[in-house]
C-alpha cells in the first residue's frame, strides 16, 4: 500500500519480500517514481549467453583469496562507518555476504581470526547455489574452459579486433 501511495504507477511484486523493502527505499530516497525510472530503461538485447564452468577448487581458491582482499581494502571499516551512520544492521545492505559476517564480528559474536574463512565459507555457499540457479536456465550455452579463461578470451578479442 504505501509503495502504491508513493507511485501509483508502479509495477511490483509484492510477493517478493525484498524486491519490495527496496523499491520503497527508492521511492522514499531517489525521488522520482520507480514507474518513470523503468520507462526510460530499454529492454534488454538478446544476446549468447555463455557459461564457463571451473573446477572447484580454483573456485574455492578464488573465494578465499577475495575474502582476504576485501578485508584488506577496508571492509570492517567500511561496515563500521556504516552502522555508526545509523545504517540497521539488519538492513539488506548489510546482511549480504562480507557484510553480515564483518556486522558478526563488530557485534563480538566472531573472532577477527574466524571472519575471513566465514566470509569464505558463505560465498562458497552462495557460489553453489547460484550455479544451481544457472545450470538451470536453457538459454545459457556451456563450454568447459581449459585453465583460466580471461588470457584466451583476450587473445580472442585482440585476434578479431586487428
Do not use: C
Not at 559474536?109 to 574466524?114: A, M, V
Amino acid at each position: 500500500a504505501l509503495a502504491r501511495r508513493l507511485d501509483p504507477g508502479v509495477q511490483l511484486d509484492f510477493a517478493n519480500r525484498v524486491r519490495l523493502i527496496r523499491a520503497i527505499e527508492v521511492l522514499e530516497v531517489a525521488g522520482p517514481p520507480l514507474s518513470r525510472l523503468r520507462a526510460r530503461v530499454k529492454p534488454p538485447r538478446e544476446g549468447v549467453r555463455i557459461g564457463l564452468p571451473m573446477p572447484p577448487d580454483v573456485l574455492h581458491a578464488r573465494i578465499s583469496e577475495r575474502s582476504l582482499r576485501q578485508l584488506e581494502r577496508g571492509l570492517i571499516e567500511e561496515t563500521r562507518e556504516a552502522l555508526r551512520a545509523g545504517v540497521p544492521a539488519e538492513s539488506q545492505v548489510l546482511t549480504g555476504t562480507g557484510y553480515a559476517e564483518t556486522v558478526a564480528y563488530l557485534a563480538g559474536r566472531i573472532r577477527r581470526d574466524e571472519l575471513p574463512e566465514l566470509m569464505a565459507r558463505n560465498n562458497r555457499r552462495l557460489a553453489k547455489r547460484q550455479l544451481t540457479w544457472l545450470r538451470r536456465d536453457p538459454r545459457i550455452e556451456w563450454f568447459e574452459a581449459a585453465g583460466d579463461p580471461v588470457p584466451a578470451i583476450l587473445i580472442y578479442l585482440k585476434e578479431t579486433s586487428s
